[in-house]
């Protein structure tokens, strides 16, 4: 079981946005940037958000990451069909010593 | 152009091992620390180990800690994942990914398939 814990699933018609949460603890997103992560099926992850709110080259500014205390979270403006995926947040837990992936919430384009 | 590919996934039997590789090319290996993440059937993400750029530091998930061991060849710009006492659970497609610290894991390989069961 992940120490990161966001939403199962977030839903949104063509255009509206979506707002995925994550939430840890002092050890993990308390006193480490956050990452956000969007997987297709059969693809390798693809980093989307950095250091809690930089975008990657390439990636629209439509996304946009934020972090406040010990939770994260993760906004799709303007939601497109290829949003389609599933999203993980991630971040370096100091207790564990280790890389800790949120539980992932897959977000539907209705 | 960064270049992560993988290699050595199999079919292997509870209790086996193999050997996973990753050879890079792109960027300067020895300045970056390196990261192996599986992903499991139907399941998100976990990170398994990481090491340091120059080799001395390393860090693994508590689920195959004492079984794998990361390691890395800085002048054959190429990690290596040994993997021992293979459980049914280690199933999964093994990735390596660079590491830019604060700048997550930014560059992903394709993934090598590794499946244990007997």
């Known amino acids: 079981q992940s120490v990161l814990t966001q939403p199962p699933s977030a839903s949104g018609t063509p255009g509206q946005r979506v707002t995925i949460s994550c939430s840890g603890s002092s050890s993990n997103i308390g006193s480490n940037v956050v990452n956000w992560y969007q997987h297709l099926p059969g693809t390798a992850p693809k980093l989307l958000v950095n250091s809690n709110n930089q975008r990657p080259s390439g990636v629209p500014g439509r996304i946009s990451g934020s972090k406040s205390g010990t939770s994260a979270s993760l906004a799709i403006s303007g939601l497109q069909s290829e949003d389609e995926a599933d999203y993980y947040c991630a971040t370096w837990d100091d207790s564990l010593r280790g890389q800790v992936f949120g539980t992932g919430t897959k977000v539907t384009v209705l | ?118």
Request: hydrophobic share 35%; proline share 3%.
């Open chain 2, 1 to 118: 152009e960064v270049q992560l590919v993988e290699s050595g996934g199999g079919l292997v039997q509870p209790g086996g091992s193999l050997r996973l590789s990753c050879s890079t090319s792109g960027f300067t290996f020895s300045r970056f620390a390196m990261n192996w993440v599986r992903l499991a059937p139907g399941k998100g993400p976990e990170w398994v180990s990481e090491i340091s750029g120059n080799g001395a530091k390393t860090f693994y998930a508590d689920s195959v800690k004492g079984r794998l061991v990361i390691y890395r060849d800085n002048y054959m710009n190429t990690l290596y994942l040994q993997m021992n006492s293979l459980r049914v659970e280690d199933t999964a497609v093994y990735y390596c990914t660079k590491d830019d610290g604060s700048y997550g894991f930014d560059s992903w390989g394709q993934g090598t398939l590794v499946t244990v069961s007997s």
